[in-house]
């Protein structure tokens, strides 16, 4: 059998104000640069050696692999060339929700408490971070199901799907027996291939994608057409709970 470990990019910045929620979203933020070099460290020290490593084209994806590469770096620990595939990149949730922001009919309850609260100078940040998230559940949950399609958005959640589906099989053919390999990526496609794996479909893929945390490793052992999941968002030892996120 072999190993798939796919990992998922460390905490990435992000401003909970509406208007500017994924303005720079796509880089580590300082959080997410430690937990990425304290997940290399634990793989490293358990001795994962990585035959082959891949990463999508984002830069959070990226920076995650990078720093999980110097830790193997600097514990002696050799690491391969890494393959970058655009098809590992995280689907256009984000846009999804900008769209229904800007638009008023989709101003339901859970919209107005975002922007009321944005409002308020006294919402901390956690308050704003944690209404802005029950709006982008509710937003890309409608989006699954295929009941709004925001223009200018190309991919839906079943062609996202797709995508990935095919990507992560491309990679475990590219794989040879017994090898363990490493995939850098989004909590979108992590979902999508637990659920692709456990035979579930789309809305239980993107409910399995917000439970996946930051600089967490999800394992499937695959051999041919078999695949077994062996774990899910597993975190590495981080010292404290404010280590913890999923943003």
């Known amino acids: 059998m072999s190993r798939l470990l796919l990992i998922r990019h460390g905490q990435a910045s992000f401003d909970a104000h509406p208007d500017r929620a994924f303005e720079d979203y ?26 082959r490593v891949y990463v999508g084209p984002l830069r959070r994806q990226r920076e995650t692999a990078v720093a999980v590469a110097q830790a193997y770096g600097r514990l002696g ?15 256009e949730g984000s846009r999804v929700v900008r769209h229904a922001l800007s638009t008023e009919s989709e101003h339901e309850e859970a ?28 937003v890309t949950r409608r989006w699954a199901r ?9 991919e839906s959640w079943h062609a996202f799907r797709v995508r990935v589906d095919s990507c992560i099989r491309r990679i475990m053919d590219e794989s040879g027996q017994g ?25 239980q893929a993107l409910e399995l994608a917000w439970m996946v945390e930051n600089a967490t ?6 051999s041919g057409d078999q695949v077994s999941l ?14 913890i996120t999923g943003v």
Do not use: C
């Open 230 to 243: 062996k774990s899910f968002n597993v975190q590495p030892r981080l010292g404290s709970t404010e280590m």
């Open 111 to 138: 919209l107005a408490r975002l922007l009321t609260a944005t409002a308020d100078d006294g919402a901390s940040e956690v308050e704003l971070m944690r209404t802005y998230f029950s709006v982008f559940r509710r």
């Open 26 to 51: 796509d880089r580590l933020s300082e959080l997410g640069k430690q937990q990425s070099g304290a997940l290399g460290e634990e793989l490293a020290a358990g001795g994962v050696h990585f035959d």
């Open 217 to 222: 490793v999800t394992e499937l052992l695959f």
């Open 179 to 203: 090898a363990t390999v490493g995939v850098f990526t989004s909590g979108g496609p992590v979902g999508s291939t637990v659920a692709w794996s456990l035979g579930l479909g789309d809305e």
């Open 77 to 91: 620990m050799s690491w391969p060339g890494v393959i970058e595939l655009e098809a590992l990149a995280e689907h």
């Open 146 to 154: 295929g009941e709004i399609a925001p223009p200018g958005v190309e």
